[in-house]
């Protein structure tokens, strides 16, 4: 029989791993510390969504011309935030882009001319996942670019940028922040999550020592390009839920859209198929009711 002692030891143990099971769940990369909970999170999303439906409505209505860009530290939500504005809209008027590494033809390239050719059209929205900024950031930081081309860079991008609001577009630019402890949080979560562990790439974990690097970066990227006429707005992104309904909300209270969106349908009754008989079934392939 086990004494009283034993009986404490033994439900200590278990309290423990419950304790340890409920800290691993909560600090999971797609959850991490939030203050809402997920009710209230999927409430607002949903009401946030309902009015990104409405915009696209009035941006296609009266040709508007969108650009977004997501910017920030690697593991800062920008992809989640990004996914959460272009899901409930149609893809034929809001596009996401996410360029790769230039090829050699691109490099010898003005180093703007790839990204023009991702410009919105009238009636369109494009969310660049990364943009021209990398030239500030990681370009810069890791040394594939010259100090000399880092430099006409920064020159050169506010009269870019002047050139894009002048022409018509609304230029929205978010930088997302996240902590130190956070962002280290992530990554290690991604190393266990196989769902996530594409996330984590090599220049991720060359870049995980050089936080000092691109804070400096970062600082000096805002000096030159905080342009009264697309002005950066930082996204405080270590709660991952707030930040996503934060920047969203940002974005609709920035565009000055009315609800233009069509009444309800009412559908007239489908002609009956009086001339049609399906095939036997057993002439076909199904997929196997697996769920």
Not at 97 to 116: C, M, S
Request: hydrophobic share 30%; charged share 30%; glycine share 6%.
């Amino acid at each position: 029989m086990k004494t009283e002692n034993q009986n404490e030891s033994s439900l200590t143990k278990e309290l423990s791993k419950k304790e340890k099971f409920k800290l691993k769940v909560k600090t999971s990369e797609g959850e991490g510390s939030s203050k809402l909970s997920n009710k209230k999170y999927e409430k607002h999303l949903a009401n946030l969504q309902l009015e990104l439906v409405k915009m696209q409505y009035w941006v296609k209505h009266t040709g508007t011309k969108i650009v977004v860009l997501f910017e920030g530290r690697d593991a800062a939500g920008k992809g989640g935030t990004i996914k959460r504005i272009t899901e409930p809209l149609n893809p034929r008027g809001c596009r996401v882009v996410a360029l790769g590494t230039p090829n050699d033809h691109e490099k010898t390239q003005w180093y703007f001319q790839r990204y023009i050719n991702h410009l919105p059209g009238a009636g369109e929205i494009v969310c660049f996942d990364r943009s021209w900024y990398n030239r500030a950031g990681v370009e810069h930081v890791m040394g594939f670019c010259s100090d000399k081309q880092y430099e006409s860079f920064l020159q050169d991008c506010p009269e870019f940028e002047r050139m894009l609001v002048r022409s018509g577009i609304i230029l929205l630019k978010y930088w997302f922040s996240v902590s130190d402890d956070e962002q280290e949080r992530r990554f290690q979560s991604r190393t266990t999550d196989p769902a996530r562990r594409w996330k984590l790439s090599p220049m991720d974990l060359e870049s995980r020592d050089k936080w000092v690097e691109y804070s400096k970066a970062k600082d000096a990227m805002f000096s030159h390009t905080n342009i009264p006429e697309a002005p950066w707005f930082t996204v405080e992104a270590d709660d991952k839920k707030g930040a996503r309904l934060n920047c969203i909300h940002h974005f609709l209270s920035k565009i000055p859209y009315v609800d233009i969106t069509p009444p309800a349908l009412e559908l007239a009754k489908r002609k009956p198929a009086l001339d049609y008989v399906r095939p036997p079934r057993n002439e076909q392939f199904f997929i196997p009711r697996v769920y």
